[in-house]
């Protein structure tokens, strides 16, 4: 069975930097694209960004563009979701998930993807 797990996530002070970490387990991940998701109190749980299973796309959301970056390793069955400039709005858990294509496709529509991590917590606050 796949098992996806997230790590990184942690306390920061608005401006700074984490980078997020999603290991794969039980299957190799490099025929599907990997997306981000987050969810922040009280609201719903949005797309972030996605890879595509070789790396060469990337897709994000309009309001993490400029700040956020997505890699992979395929090799360590690892990808990566490095955060920059990070503010408050940022605040959420933050979860990886595979999807059933190699592409990331046009949306972060959740019907597309078919494993979920548990999601680590990422707080930005001074």
């Known amino acids: 069975q796949l098992q996806l797990v997230e790590s990184g996530g942690g306390l920061v002070q608005p401006g700074e930097s984490l980078k997020l970490s999603c290991v794969a387990s039980?299957?190799?991940?490099?025929?599907?694209?990997i997306g981000w998701f987050r969810q922040a109190p009280g609201k719903a749980r949005e797309g972030v960004s996605c890879i595509s299973n070789g790396g060469m796309n990337t897709m994000y959301a309009d309001s993490v563009k400029g700040r956020f970056t997505n890699s992979r390793d395929n090799l360590k069955n690892m990808a990566y979701l490095h955060m920059n400039s990070l503010n408050v709005d940022d605040t959420a858990v933050y979860y990886c998930?595979?999807?059933?294509?190699?592409?990331?496709?046009?949306?972060?529509?959740?019907?597309?993807?078919?494993?979920w991590g548990q999601g680590t917590q990422v707080t930005v606050s001074s």
């Open positions: 039980g299957l190799r991940t490099s025929y599907s694209a």
């Open positions: 998930a595979t999807r059933t294509a190699a592409d990331c496709g046009s949306d972060f529509s959740e019907v597309a993807y078919n494993y």
